[in-house]
């Protein structure tokens, strides 16, 4: 107990000199308490044996929330979750002369319809049926969209879902070799099923013979739609 009183008492003298230091700024005094009572080196005392004890509980209180807040972290972390649609897993069905494509969203596909006739064309028209909301239209130059008769054909892609075009060159367009009539570009719009097809409205030889009579192909004729 006695020498409790004496740490207790050096620290209160401590204090009190530190105290004078700080507060007394140019002064140079120091002031040193003559007689400390019992009473209050048992304050002392106590406070400096509680405190610590204090201090090391909250420390340990931190240490512990410090590492049960670790361990949460690094439990852990959750697995992306990816739809269908972002990775683009949804396919396009495209019907075409009977036959089905598969292909995705984004995806841009080649429309071809192939011709072979046993003359030269002097002229033709047609029309190429597709859904806009599937299929987007992308828009090529003639010699692109019209292999063979170029610059001699005129086309009208304007309207919703159909694309309208037709030819006249009296020199003649040579299909006898079957190339391709038209090839138009299309980019896929969303997932599920959809169709392209072509219309023949008429088509004529160079010597006026007529291989179309009522949208219906007649004569020596080969033709197939495809996707390339």
Known sequence: MLRRKIIA??????MAFS???TGCSGEGKITIPTETTEAQ???TAQVLTVAPATTQAATE?????????????FEGFPEPVYTEEAVNNEPCTINVDGKAYTHYIGDVVTYVFNLKTPEALEDFQASTNY?????????????????LAGDSAVYNC??????KYNAVKISGMDYT???????????VLDSGGTAISTTLEYMDSV????????????GDIQYSEEII
């Open 9 to 14: 008492s050096a620290l209160t003298l401590g």
């Open 19 to 21: 105290l004078v230091l």
């Open 41 to 43: 080196q048992g304050t």
């Open 61 to 73: 209180a931190e240490t512990v929330a410090k590492a049960t807040e670790a361990e949460t972290e």
């Open 131 to 147: 859904d806009a909301g599937m299929l987007e239209f992308i828009e090529g130059t003639p010699s692109q969209m019209f292999p």
């Open 158 to 163: 304007e309207m919703p879902n159909v694309i």
């Open 177 to 187: 070799q079957s190339s391709y009539l038209v090839a138009f570009n299309f980019r």
């Open 207 to 218: 010597k006026s013979e007529p291989y179309v009579s009522d949208y219906k192909i007649v």
